[in-house]
């Protein structure tokens, strides 16, 4: 077989787009999907496999900023778009765009590499490691009450078209002031606020157009979410369903309210959670948490791709100084020892000759990046190694988040 490994050409795009259709189901998706993607997209920075005139693989990468642990915004590129045609499987193009794509990603100078995968064993052999998770959640409201705080009340709630004059702006101006306190979220770039947005009629599958409740204090938006309402009756009466996209709130009460406002609407008795924290407060709130149907899932993987400007992007809750040695056979330029020094004002990382603390690869390194992972849990499993007594808990300890990673959207 001879396949042409190229970057995306836009007169492609379509082509190219509709292999990766084919590859996810074959289900064409909307116009309005299809606009926003090629929209997005960018060439440049987009791969394609070809043999002869068929595109046969595609993969993509996004330019992104991703907070790490210090609120730091560190350049990430974004995989995604990623497919192989099953006429061409166990040839060899998805390792051939991998190795591309990584090699340009250190090119760029982008230090780490994030994707979310549809089948989540398929990436670890390029390593990335699974650092963030999802909370899923179906909330029955008939016999789960909230606890509110005080001041809840207080809080004006105003019901609006999600694409109103002015409300994408300031639903924007709520989630952007979030993105520096969590690890794994995303700096929106002009764009992407059409993301939460999206809402194909193809799509609802028997729930209503998308709806927008806004939380405001004294005239400021302090809040937003975004859901559906499917409407459900059974001969007892009615037994609908709120689907939330997304919410973000600026304080406690102004969250509660948003969170009231979900288990209140009339004639329903669930509320469906698909991405939420793993942390997310509402837990706090509810009286009944075994009656919420809690379930995590895989979110994001991380791959460091410079080890050193990596770990020198963060910071550490607690002093660290270990050597670690990596091993990497994807990107060999990260194989060897490193010594990472830093506390929470800043880091420094560079190659050392010294004894390493800790061996382990660069796919458990990529998982602990964002500090939802702990190392002492990788070592329980075989996947860290401590070579000096005290180098594991110091390391984990200075790695962990105080608050859990999360991903807010998929790209």
Not at 191 to 200: K, M
């Amino acid at each position: 077989m001879t396949t042409d490994l190229r970057v995306l050409r836009p007169a492609d795009w379509d082509a190219w787009y509709g292999k990766l259709e084919l590859a996810f189901g074959g289900v064409a998706e909307s116009a309005e999907e299809r606009a926003l993607w090629s929209d997005l997209t960018e060439h440049d920075r987009s791969l394609g496999v070809w043999d002869g005139d068929e595109c046969v693989g595609t993969a993509g990468a996004f330019t992104f900023r991703l907070t790490v642990p210090g609120g730091a915004s560190v350049p990430t590129a974004g995989v995604t778009m990623v497919s192989v045609a099953s006429t061409h499987r166990r040839r060899g193009v998805l390792t051939s765009m991998m190795r591309r794509q990584l090699d340009d990603v250190r090119s760029w100078g982008e230090p780490l590499a994030a994707l979310t995968a549809s089948e989540p064993a398929i990436y670890g052999r390029f390593g990335y490691g699974i650092a963030t998770q999802q909370l899923r959640a179906e909330i029955d409201t008939d016999r789960v009450r909230l606890s509110v705080p005080d001041g809840t009340d207080d809080v004006r709630l105003r019901l609006v078209k999600p694409d109103a004059p002015g409300v994408p702006e300031a639903c924007e101006a709520v989630y952007a002031r979030h993105v520096a306190v969590r690890p794994g979220m995303l700096a929106r770039r002009p764009g992407w606020e059409r993301l939460a947005l999206l809402d194909p009629e193809s799509d609802r599958k028997g729930t209503s157009p998308l709806q927008c409740v806004l939380a405001e204090r004294d005239g400021e938006v302090v809040g937003y979410a975004r859901y559906f309402n499917k409407p459900d009756w059974d001969p007892a009466g009615p037994k609908g369903t709120v689907e939330l996209r997304d919410l973000e709130a600026l304080d406690p009460a102004a969250y509660a309210a948003l969170w009231r406002h979900l288990f209140d609407i009339d004639l329903t008795s669930k509320v469906k959670v698909w991405n939420r924290p793993l942390d997310d407060a509402w837990q706090h709130l509810v009286s009944d948490s075994r009656r919420c149907d809690l379930a995590p899932r895989d979110s994001l993987h991380v791959r460091l791709v410079e080890v050193g400007a990596a770990l020198e992007a963060r910071t550490y809750q607690a002093p660290v100084d270990v050597v670690f040695e990596v091993e990497d056979s994807f990107c060999p330029w990260n194989e060897g020892r490193w010594r990472l020094s830093g506390d929470a004002k800043g880091a420094s990382c560079a190659r050392t000759s010294d004894p390493a603390d800790i061996g382990l690869s660069v796919r458990d390194l990529g998982a602990a990046y964002l500090g939802g992972v702990s190392l002492t849990s990788l070592a329980a499993a075989g996947r860290v190694r401590e070579l000096r007594q005290g180098a594991l808990a110091e390391a984990s300890l200075g790695f962990a988040s105080v608050v859990a990673p999360w991903l807010p959207h998929g790209f």
